[in-house]
């Protein structure tokens, strides 16, 4: 790979406007193609934008866990409370002095377990335990559950980011308000992908490819029986929705027929029927407010 195309794809898919002018008087360089980047420096450059290097990032990592162990400690927290009298203060200071919220839940469970009741035939101390047990039980399976949902905020936020990215690269014709164009590309790009039977994952590189919406692991190929990628997808739906700006024929001043934004309201008149519910989400989004 040239240097020219590794700068090319980094800023891609770190979200940079294709026609950003500091990116094109780059690329205007032309000793970059003639520099050749050694592959292991091409996949270490890669692995900064892949899945496995944001799980393996400290920082990140940090992030989302603190996050997934807050409810978790609060609850824990007001358990332990309830359990004072049962469990006593010194078997609390040891479980409270635990760091790992996850030994502070396996301690706690195992002091409640080995608690012993002062009269077994107390039916509601008997019922305290067996409830802190259950609560306790619960809150192992909810450390799970609250990472895992973390793991798949995160691989939804990288998503969006490439999407955005790769929508960047249409060339809009300047009748589209700017501030509209994301939701009518995002809006026509979902009616494209629902009507032809195709879905966007996340691969382990952090690109978005597409994928058959019946079978998540299984590529998509077109009417042609090729490979289709997400680029392929974006100019067809773009070209297909007159997004792109027309330049007219040599010495004719008309402006190409291409949909019209009113300022009074209603849908555009020549907008396929696929892109009227994004019209209108991205006029309600935008609308001043009252």
């Known amino acids: 790979m040239t240097l020219l195309d590794l700068i090319n794809n980094a800023a891609t898919r770190g979200g940079l406007a294709a026609d950003a002018q500091g990116l094109k008087d780059l690329l205007s360089r032309t000793e970059l193609a003639q520099i050749t980047v050694p592959a292991d420096v091409v996949g270490a450059v890669d692995s900064l934008f892949s899945m496995d290097a944001a799980k393996a990032n400290a920082v990140l990592k940090g992030h989302f866990v603190a996050q997934a162990y807050d409810g978790i400690d609060k609850k824990l927290g007001e358990l332990l409370t309830e359990a004072g009298e049962l469990l006593g203060e010194e078997k609390l200071q040891e479980i409270t002095g635990e760091k790992s919220t996850g030994k502070r839940v396996e301690k706690a469970i195992k002091a409640l377990l080995d608690a012993k009741p002062a009269k077994k035939t107390d039916a509601e101390t ?165």
């Not at 990215?165 to 809006?187: M, N, T, V």
């Open 126 to 290: 008997q019922k305290l335990v067996a409830d802190l047990n259950k609560q306790l039980a619960d809150l192992k399976t909810a450390n799970a559950d609250a990472l895992k949902a973390k793991e798949e905020e995160f691989t939804t936020f990288r998503r969006d980011q490439a999407l955005d990215a790769s929508l960047k690269s249409i060339g809009w014709a300047d009748h589209f308000p700017e501030a509209l164009r994301p939701q009518l590309a995002k809006g026509a790009l979902d009616a494209e992908l629902a009507k032809v039977g195709a879905q966007l994952v996340l691969n382990g590189d952090g690109q978005l490819v597409l994928k058959q919406k019946a079978d998540p692991s299984l590529d998509y190929y077109g009417a042609d029986n090729k490979p289709f990628t997400l680029p392929d997808l974006v100019a067809r739906v773009a070209a297909e929705n007159k997004f792109i700006a027309v330049t007219p024929p040599k010495g004719d001043d008309k402006r190409p027929d291409t949909p019209h934004v009113p300022h009074g309201g209603g849908t555009p008149p020549s907008v396929p029927p696929a892109l009227s519910s994004a019209f209108e989400l991205a006029r309600a989004n935008n609308a001043p407010a009252s």
